[in-house]
């Protein structure tokens, strides 16, 4: 029965009502896209919540990534240091704006780039570090600034995972020179589908604005070549309502995660990708678990397992984005061999991990069906 599937997450939704009566006005107006009155009434909210200065909607993350990148005119060519331990999208937003992705290798701990890694990595034609916050792990600003500061390169977080999360009480939409959401049906928070990149120079606002907007600046002049990544008021309103319940949202997840926790700690051979670190307010986004060789099956094995009794864990991130068959032969590989480094650790959590079925109001009885067949 279809019905009967577990899928790795579940969209959080207002009540029916709830949005059904927020969407009633754009009837009146018939203003439904194009920058409405949802559009900034949600950028302002966003702005508050996020605690950033500047926000720019865009249609989803991937384009806001697109977007972001696009509006540092980077010479087409220049090197971007960035993950292969992440999805697909923050490799394909590098290369479909001209840039070469270096792949930097990450660390065993959280999958965040390596930043003890970065500096060899930099040459005449790096631009850019596009680092991710994966699963919401936070990676080291503080040292990722560091060096970018010290080589004029340019710091776009990919934190399509990290919505809402606070490193040392600030808003992580804080740290580089912008950082990009995703608020994608399954992401813990949604618009349906959307995203947005966060910033604090306010000329990038006017920028964007544009380059979401095909480049068209005013009404006739077109500025740049932009495209179509803009938010409609469907989108916003959606976006609206959620927000209002997102700090629930993220109070059952974290109900949740730590019963996962509690109940997975001792089975031997499984450990977590995810952890509490004190400086960090977590979003509580994913559930990733490593499988190791103490396990009595592997990876595979117990994802196979999972999907026999219609649970459908997934294997985030497998393969690595460098390793897929639009990369391997191209460019990514190329870089690999130049710089001597290779992409080991990566690699090897791509090979083990696995992200277990998770979401808001996730029901303790799949939550514990979930537990036993791991155990
Ligand atoms: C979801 C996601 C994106 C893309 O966001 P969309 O809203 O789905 O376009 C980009 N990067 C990462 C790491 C993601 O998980």
Redesign the pocket.
């Known amino acids: 029965m279809e019905d009967s599937k577990i899928l790795v997450t579940k969209t959080s939704m207002p009540s029916y009502e709830e949005y059904i009566e927020a969407i009633r006005p754009l009837w009146d107006s018939h203003w439904i896209t194009n920058m409405g009155v949802y559009h900034r009434d949600f950028e302002n909210k966003l702005k508050d919540y996020l605690a950033v200065p500047e926000v720019s909607l865009m249609v989803?993350?991937?384009?806001?990534?697109e977007m972001a990148i696009q509006a540092f005119d980077f010479p087409r060519g220049s090197e971007v240091i960035t993950t292969p331990f992440?999805?697909i999208?923050?490799t394909h937003a590098i290369v479909r704006n001209g840039l070469v992705p270096v792949f930097c290798d990450v660390k065993a701990e959280d999958g965040t780039m390596d930043e003890a890694l970065i500096e060899q990595l930099i040459t005449e034609k790096t631009v850019a570090i596009i680092p991710?916050h994966?699963y919401g792990n936070i990676c080291n600003v503080e040292e990722i600034s560091r060096i970018a500061q010290k080589h004029g390169l340019k710091v776009i977080y990919?934190a399509?995972?990290a919505f809402g999360e606070k490193y040392k009480g600030v808003g992580i939409g804080n740290f580089g020179d912008a950082s990009?959401f995703?608020?994608?049906a399954?992401?813990v928070f949604n618009t349906i589908?959307?995203?947005a990149v966060a910033f604090s120079d306010h000329k990038l606002y006017e920028k964007l604005y544009d380059l979401k907007n095909f480049g068209i600046h005013g009404t006739e002049l077109v500025e740049g070549v932009g495209a179509n990544a803009k938010m409609n008021e469907f989108c916003a309103i959606m976006g609206i309502c959620n927000l209002k319940h997102i700090d629930e949202y993220i109070e059952e997840r974290r109900i949740r995660w730590e019963y996962y926790r509690n109940e997975l700690s001792s089975v031997r051979g499984i450990s977590f990708l995810c952890g509490e670190t004190p400086t960090v307010q977590r979003n509580y986004s994913y559930f990733p678990i490593l499988i190791g060789q103490e396990y009595q099956t592997n990876r595979d094995g117990l994802f196979e397992h999972m999907a026999d009794r219609n649970i459908f864990a997934r294997k985030y991130f497998f393969p690595l984005t460098c390793d897929q068959n639009c990369y391997k032969d191209h460019n990514a590989k190329a870089y690999l061999r130049n710089s001597g480094l290779k992409v080991d650790i990566a690699r090897n959590l791509a090979s083990r991990v696995l992200v277990i079925p998770f979401w808001a109001d996730m029901e303790q009885s799949v939550q514990d069906s979930i537990i036993s067949m791991i155990k």
């Not at 989803?60 to 990534?65: D, E, K, P, Q």
């Open positions: 989803n993350g991937h384009m806001a990534l992440t999805f999208s923050t991710v994966v990919d399509a995972h990009v995703s608020f994608h399954t992401k589908e959307g995203g």
